[in-house]
Structure formats: C-alpha cells, structure tokens
C-alpha cells in the first residue's frame, strides 16, 4: 500500500524557516517525480514545486523561487521541502504527492498533509 | 505559464442529477496533460481523471472526462450524496485551477 506521511509542519515567525519531511513507503520511491502541493485555509490547491527521480530537475511556482529547495533522500525513501524567509501567505497544509514514474505528471497519491503556520 | 480557469465557480444540484464542469486553459495543454482531483472537506484530495479522460483505479463510470487544447469537461453523469465536493483541473506537474464546488 502507498503512504505518504508528511510531518515539519508548526508555528513560525514571519522571516524564520522550517523544514517539511515526507516518508514514503509501498512503492520504488527512486523512480517517481515527487511533488507538494498547499492549500491556504479555505483556498483552492497551489503546486509548490517538484522534483524528479535522481533529483537532477526541479521546479518552482514563482512565489517560492529562492526560499524554498525541494530535495529527496531516495536510501531512505524521504522527500523534503526547506522553505526559509517565510511569510504570513505561506500559511497553508501542505501536502506531499506521488508523480508518475520517470515523468512528470498527475498525482495519483497524497498524503493527510502537514499544517505550515506563519504568524508572529 | 498555462493558467486554468474553472466555472461555474459554484454548482448546486440534487442528487440524480447531472454535473457538467469547465476547465478552460489560456494556451493548449499539450497531449492532453490534464487531471482531474476531487476534495472532500478535511481530506486530502484524490484523483479522478488523468490524460484529460481516463479514470483513475477505482472511480466509478459516472465520472467521465472529455475535452482537448484549451477546453477541457468533467461530467459527473449522475449525482451520488458523496458526489457532492470540490472539484479542481490540473495541468501535470503544474498549476490547478480555482476549483469548482459542487453543493446539494
């Protein structure tokens, strides 16, 4: 079975960082893009950025380039987001997804989701 | 940058009912590089549609995906009580529209 459990998320001040974790399991983790995507409260979905197998491509929506850096650990099946000089619209669940494998794509799994707060 | 509009912003329908959703993108989605997600309140959201018309593992035949270029239709062809959700295109790997509500 596919899981995807996502974990990092909390309470952090305008301008601090943090790091997102996601551990995925019941699939060859090393062959799939792998994505996050945010939710605001009470808005609609917004791609955060993704990655593909090895890590050598990897893309950004334009309101994180330069804050935020998508990794993937694939010996140890995990997915990051470090995401630095966060602000008040930065808050949002995000949540960690399965792309296809060797391309990019849909996402066929989600995890529940990680709520990011960004508040003083 | 493709965006993707959704209309009608909101639906209300009755259970039987049919649901026809517009995803429209300002440029052609290539080959067909388009899905479908549904969201339920407090759940992540689940795929239903990818390459613009083929069904996800396990989603009912009631769902049907249609459209290509720009123009792009999800069509529920009867409305089940768990029908009733929020329903967001996406161009792959890439942004999602503004979503469409579909409400009793």
């Known amino acids: 079975e596919v899981q995807l459990v996502e974990s990092g998320g909390g309470l952090v001040q305008p301008g601090g960082s943090l790091r997102l974790s996601c551990a995925a399991s019941g699939f060859i983790f090393g062959t799939y893009w792998m994505s996050w995507v945010r939710q605001a409260p009470g808005k609609g979905l917004e791609w955060v950025a993704n990655i593909n197998q090895d890590g050598s491509e990897k893309y950004y929506v334009d309101s994180v380039k330069g804050r935020c850096t998508i990794s993937r650990d694939n010996a140890d099946n995990s997915l990051y987001l470090q995401m630095s000089s966060l602000r008040a619209e930065d808050t949002a669940v995000y949540y960690c997804t399965r792309g296809r494998a060797y391309s990019n794509g849909y996402f066929d799994y989600w995890g529940q989701g990680t709520l990011v707060t960004v508040s003083s | 940058e493709i965006v993707l509009t959704q209309s009608p912003g909101t639906l209300s329908l009755s259970p039987g009912e049919r649901a026809t959703l517009s995803c429209r993108a300002s440029?052609?989605?290539?080959?067909?590089?388009l899905a479908w997600y549904q969201q339920k309140p407090g759940q992540a959201p689940r795929l239903l549609i990818y390459?613009?018309?083929s069904r996800a593992t396990g989603i009912p035949d009631r769902f049907s995906g249609s459209g290509s270029g720009t123009d792009f239709t999800l069509t529920i062809s009867r409305l089940e009580p768990e029908d009733f959700a929020v329903y967001y295109c996406q161009q792959y790997g890439r942004a999602f529209g503004g979503g469409t509500k579909v409400e009793i």
């Open positions: 390459g613009a018309s």
């Open positions: 440029q052609s989605v290539s080959s067909s590089y």
